[in-house]
């Protein structure tokens, strides 16, 4: 089954920026949507951003509205979080995964594989 790998997460400070990778061990990456999500202690996992097959549609979450930008590369086999601004809010260990959904405002993303390990993104204030 394909096992996906969560890559550039680290420490940074507030406004600082990071890039996250998501590739799939072995195999091609699916090709329909995907997404990330991310988990900080004591929370329940959200959504944070997700695209569709091609990179032409994308939908994020409220909070990273402006700030985050997800997109794809399909022909190295990655999908991509872009960070920008990052607040200490955005502590967190994220995640990507194939998605039934994409989701819409009001109806999240319904993920549709096994979790990876994910990727720790410290942001201090």
């Known amino acids: 089954q394909e096992q996906l790998l969560e890559s550039g997460g680290g420490f940074v400070q507030a406004g600082g920026s990071l890039r996250l990778a998501c590739t799939a061990s072995?195999?091609?990456?699916?090709?329909?949507?995907m997404g990330w999500f991310r988990q900080a202690p004591g929370r329940e996992r959200e959504f944070v951003a997700t695209?569709?097959?091609?990179?032409?549609?994308?939908y994020y979450t409220d909070s990273v509205q402006g700030r985050f930008t997800i997109s794809r590369d399909n022909t190295k086999n990655t999908v991509y979080l872009q960070m920008n601004s990052l607040k200490p809010e955005d502590t967190a260990v994220y995640y990507c995964?194939?998605?039934?959904?994409?989701?819409?405002?009001?109806?999240?993303?319904?993920?549709?594989?096994?979790w990876g390990q994910g990727t720790q993104v410290t942001v201090s204030s």
């Open positions: 072995g195999r091609i990456l699916h090709s329909g949507p």
């Open positions: 995964n194939k998605l039934f959904t994409l989701g819409v405002p009001g109806i999240p993303p319904t993920p549709a594989g096994p």
């Open positions: 695209i569709n097959w091609n990179g032409g549609t994308t």
